[in-house]
C-alpha cells in the first residue's frame, strides 16, 4: 500500500500538494463525521417522547402502610403511604453508615409520602414489597429478587450488590393530597 | 496476483491470512483504467454512493416508521416533526430515490451512446438491467409505504396490471394484496420487501462490479485496451475524479434536501391514503413515466401490460440487437443520430406519460403522440439497431487510447 | 470541464423535464392562484412570528370550529412565538379524553402541551354528518398538500363572490369561489375581515387575515422549515469549499497524464515502474 502511484510525483511538488492534499481530506472527512450527527441522534428520544412526560396522582385512597404503583416514562413509581414507625426507621439512620449518603429529609416533600422510581439500581429489576405480604427484606423497605438489593423504608440501598438509593423523580403536590409525576 | 508487500507488520500478518489488502489494492487503488474517462463515467461510483446514502437513511427512518395503514402517514409526519432531524432522513430519502434514478440513468445513456454493452461486456450490461429492475421494484414499494393517496392508488394501479393476465390474473392480485383491496396487509408486506429488496440489490451490484472488473471499464473511443500504456492506476486518478464529481453532484442533491424537497413529490401524496376517492388525476413517480405511457398506447388491457413489461425487458437483448462491432457512437455517425432521436424520444414518452390521454398537444390527443413514441421506441431497437450494424458506414478507429491521449496533450501544449 | 458541463446541465434537464410536466397540468382544472411573496420562500425565508401568531388566533377562533389539525400538539406553539403559558392557555380551553382512570373509566381533562391539537369532531363521518356530507380537511399539511399550497390558499379564501356569475349554476349548499377548482366551495365563506379581534385590540382586513392564516397554515406544515434553510446554507457552503478544493486537487493530479515528463523526464523511472506494475494481467 505504501508504494502505490498516488506518490509518483512526490518527489518534486510535494509542499503545495501535500498542502492542499491534507487540508481537503481534513475537510471532507470532518464532513462526513459531522453527517453521522443526525443519524446518531435520530434514535435519541423525539420530541413528542420528551413531551409525554408527566403523570397526575390522586393519593387519597391510599391508606397508611399501603402503597402503590404507577407508570411514568414507562418505568414504575413506587407510592408508600409510611407509617409513623417506617418514617422514624428512615430518619433515625446514621447517614454515615449508608452506601448511597442521603437523609431521609432529602428524599421526601412529605414525610408520609415517599414517591421513589422503582426500578433496582443494580440491574433494573422492579424489587418486591409493594404488594401485602410482598418479602420487604431486612430493613422492611424492598428486597430485589433477581440479585438480593435490601432497601429500606426511604428506598435506600442497605444490603446486596445496587451501587445507589432508588432515584427520585421530579414531582409537586397540586393539593392537599395530588401529585404530578414529572 | 501479486500479493501485498507491506512494512507494516499487521498489515501483513493480515493480508497473509485474508487478504483484503491485496483485493483491494487490485480492486480499488491499483486497478487499472483507462486513461481517457470522461465525466460520463463517473455516475458508476455515484449511483454506487447514492445507493449507501439510500441504505443508510431507510435503515434509520425504518427505526421510526410504522407499517400499518391507521398510523403509516403519521407515523411519517411524526418523523418530519418530533424525531430529531427526522425531516432531514426524510427528505435525504425521498429525493435520494429521485437523484439515484436520474444517476442510473445517465449512466444507462452512457453505456448505449459509448456501446459498453457490447462483447465482451454483454453479462455486465444485463446484469444491470436487472439492477434496474429491482430499483423499479423498491423504488414502487418505497412510494406507497407514506401511505397518502398517490401511495394507495399508484399501489392499486400498478398491482392491478398483473390482473391483466388471463385465468390467474386476479389470484395473482389477491396474493400480492393479501386481502381483496391494498390494505393492512399490503402496506406492511411492502414495508418487507422494501427493506429486503435493497441487500439484494447491493449483491447484484457487488456481480456487477465483478463481471466489470474482468474486462475493465470501456472507453468513449469504444477501442480495446492493448497496451498498458493505455492504462492508469485508478487510485489517484479516478478517485480524485469522481470524489470532484460527487462534490459536484451533492450540490445539485442538497438543493432539493434543503431549499425544494417536496420537488419531485406530488402534493396529492400528503392526503392520507383514502379508499374511496381516487385522486383527479394519478400520476407516476417521474421515473416512471415513460413506461406508463407505453402502457397507455394500446387500447387493451393485456397487450398494454405485455407492451409495457417488453420496454424494459428489451434492454436484456440489447447487445445481440445491436450488430455493430463499432462500440462508440463517435466512430457511427448515423447512430450517433439515432441514439439523440432515441434519447428525446424518452423524454417525450415522459412527458406524454405525465398527461391524461386525452390532453391535446398540436391538436392531437396524447394518445395518439403516444402510440407514435412507443412504435419508435421498439423500432429503435427491433428494427434501427439491427440495420444499422449492416450498413452504416464507420468512421476510422484510432490505434490505442495511449496514442489519442498523447494527441490531446500535444494539442493542449499548442 | 466542458463534458462535465454538459454531463451536469443533462442531469438537470432529466429533472427539470419531469417538473415542467407536473407544472403544466396542474393547472389544468383549476384557476392560477394569485402570485404572493411570502416570507418564508427563498434560501434565507423564515416564517414571521406576529404573523404566525396572528394566523393562530384565526386558526383556533375560526377554522377549528370545523378542520382537525391533528399532526400539530400545543407545545409546537412555543416554538414559534407563543410563551410556554399561552400555549397552555390555548390548550386549557379544549378537553380530551383520558384513561381509563382507577375505577376503570375514561374521563375528559383539559388539553395539556403535550396533546395534538383538538379536533372538533371525533370522527371523519361525525365531521361529515355535521358539514351536510363535506369533510372539511386535516389542515396540518395542508400547503404541501396542494399544489402552489400558500398561493392558493390565500387565493380561496379571498376569493369568494357573493354571487355566481350569470349562467353559472350553483348546487344546494356550495358556494361561488373563483379560485376551487370547479367553483363550487361547500366550505361557506370563512373569513371577512374583522372577523377575530387580536389581544391588541385591533382588527384586520380580510386580505391581511388571509395572509396570517396562510402563514399559519405554512408554519404548521413545514415546522422544520427555519431550521432546514439555515441548515442547509452551511452545507451548501461547505459543499462548494470542499468541491472547490477537489477540483484544484483533481486538476493537478491529472496535469501528470500530460506532462512528458512523466513518461520521458525525470519521473520516467517510476513510470516504467508503474508500468510494470500495472502489467495487464495475460
Known sequence: ??????????????????????????????????AAWPFIHSINPAKDVLALASTEVDLSAIEEGMAITVLWRGKPVFIRHRTAEEIKAAEDVDVADLRDPQSDADRVQKPQWLVAIGVCTHLGCIPAGQAIGDVKGEYDGWY??????????SGRIRKGPAPFNLPIPPYTFTEESMIVIG | MKRTQSSNRLVQWIDDRLPIFTYADHNVIAYPTPKNLNYWWNYGSLAGIILVIMLVTGIFLAMNYQPHADVAFASVERIVRDVNYGWLLRYLHTNGASMFFIVVYIHMFRGMYYGSYKAPRELLWMIGVTIYLIMMATAFMGYVLPWGQMSFWGATVITNLFSAFPWVGDYIVTWIWGGFSVDVPTINRFFVWHYLLPMVLVMVVVIHLWALHVHKSNNPLGIDIKTPQDMMPFHPFYTIKDLFGLGLFMIFFMYFVFFNPNFFGEPENYIPANPMVTPPHIVPEWYFLP????????????GGVLLMFAGVLILYVLP???????????????YKQMFWIFFLNCIFLGYIGFHAPTDLLLGMEMLYWGQIATAYYFAHFLILMPLLGKFEKTKPLPNSIFEEVSKKCRAKED | MRKLIISTALGLSLAVSATIST???????????IDMSWSWEGMFGTFNREDVKKGGQIFFEVCNACHSMDMVAYRNLVDIGWSEDEAKEVAAQYEVE?????????????????????????????????????????LSVITKARKNGPDYLYS??????????????????????????????????????????????????????AKYITTFLAWAAEPELEERKSLGIKVLLYLIVLTAMLYALKKRIWSRICLDEYTHGPYEEQYQKDLDKHKMPG
Not at chain 3, 381509563?100 to 375514561?106: H, K, L
Request: charged content about 20%.
Open chain 1, 144 to 153: 430485589c429478587p433477581c440479585h438480593g438489593s435490601h432497601y429500606d423504608t
Open chain 3, 98 to 138: 383520558d384513561g381509563p382512570n382507577d375505577e376503570g373509566e375514561m374521563f375528559v381533562r383539559p388539553a395539556r402541551l403535550s396533546d395534538r391539537i383538538v379536533a372538533p369532531y371525533p370522527n371523519e363521518k361525525a365531521a361529515r354528518f355535521a358539514n351536510g356530507g363535506a369533510y372539511p380537511p386535516d
Open chain 3, 156 to 209: 380561496l379564501l379571498v376569493g369568494y363572490q357573493d354571487e355566481a356569475p350569470e349562467g353559472f349554476e350553483l348546487a344546494e349548499g356550495t358556494n361561488y369561489n373563483d379560485y376551487f377548482p370547479g367553483h363550487q366551495i361547500f366550505m361557506a365563506q370563512p373569513l371577512y375581515g374583522e372577523s377575530v379581534e387580536f389581544p391588541d385590540g385591533s382588527y384586520a382586513s380580510l386580505e391581511e387575515e
Open chain 1, 1 to 34: 500500500m505504501t508504494d502505490n502511484p498516488t506518490n509518483t510525483a512526490e518527489g518534486v511538488d510535494a509542499p503545495r500538494r501535500d498542502f492542499l492534499l491534507i487540508s481537503t481530506t481534513t475537510l471532507g472527512v470532518a464532513g462526513v463525521a459531522m
Open chain 2, 320 to 334: 445481440w440487437l445491436d450488430t455493430s462491432k463499432v462500440r462508440s457512437a463517435t466512430y457511427r455517425p448515423i
Open chain 3, 23 to 33: 407544472g403544466a397540468h396542474a393547472a389544468g382544472a383549476a384557476v392560477k392562484p
Open chain 2, 291 to 302: 413506461f406508463y405511457a407505453i402502457l397507455r398506447a394500446v387500447e387493451s388491457k393485456l
